[in-house]
């Protein structure tokens, strides 16, 4: 039911690269709004990952990256490690709705 | 370094209200728009409400309007909400955040979040 939708679920082996999607629609991704992503660990704050589609924060390491296009946006995440097991949320705006935006959310599990 | 601090969660039964205080500091309070995010059990980041570093602006999710008011007090760094007729749908952690900006003239992100503080609604 969230206005953006990314897959429940991705897994993959250490080492290994993944890759999250973000789909929106015309009132918001497509609008031209931003998109940002959170990295959420249980019991811990979320974590901005990166911000306006592409830019990571300091201390971001370079194995995240993000991109933008159309309707939808991802997050890659190179060179995976046991500690990039969270859950990963992708946001922004819907001018239909006039509200800030959540993914449903993606549990990354590292095999 | 930014560290915000909430507090005031807790069971309360449908129909009541509650308080929840957020306390910031390693930023100047007042220059940034804050904001409330929860999250329901089992459920993902949920959107609430937020508002401009001097209160001339605040905006709320449909979910919660008519029912919960976001306020804040820059001589004390503080951000509350006020969350009255209580649903149990309400039940989640919530979350304060900073946002980037002050004045909410263009929607941005949140840079910094809290720990959270859990509010179940429940008779």
């Known amino acids: 039911q969230s206005v953006l939708t990314q897959p429940p679920s991705v897994s993959g082996a250490p080492g290994q690269r993944v890759t999250i999607s973000c789909t929106g629609s015309?009132?918001?991704?497509?609008?031209?709004?931003?998109v940002h992503w959170y990295q959420h660990l249980p019991g811990a704050a979320p974590k901005l990952l990166i911000y306006d589609n592409k830019n990571r924060p300091s201390g971001v390491p370079d194995r995240f990256s993000g991109s933008k296009s159309g309707t939808s946006a991802s997050l890659a995440i190179t060179g995976l490690q046991a500690e990039d097991e969270a859950d990963y949320y992708c946001q922004s705006y819907d001018s239909s709705l006039r509200a800030w935006v959540f993914g449903g959310g993606t549990k990354l599990t590292v095999l | 370094e930014v560290q915000l601090l909430e507090s005031g969660g807790g069971l309360i039964q449908p129909g009541g209200s509650l308080r929840l205080s957020c306390t910031a500091s390693g930023f100047i309070f007042s220059n940034f728009a804050m904001a409330w995010v929860r999250q329901a059990p089992g459920k993902g980041l949920e959107w609430v409400s937020i508002i401009s570093g001097n209160s001339n602006r605040a905006f709320y999710a449909d979910s919660v309007k008519g029912r919960f008011t976001i306020s804040r007090d820059n001589s004390k760094n503080t951000l509350l909400l006020q969350m009255d007729s209580l649903r149990v749908e309400d039940t989640a952690v919530y979350y304060c955040?900073?946002?980037?900006?002050?004045?909410?003239?263009?929607?941005?992100?949140?840079?910094?979040w809290g720990l959270g503080t859990l509010v179940t609604v429940s008779s």
């Open positions: 015309d009132s918001n991704i497509g609008a031209g709004y931003n």
């Open positions: 955040a900073k946002d980037v900006q002050q004045w909410l003239i263009d929607p941005y992100y949140f840079d910094y």
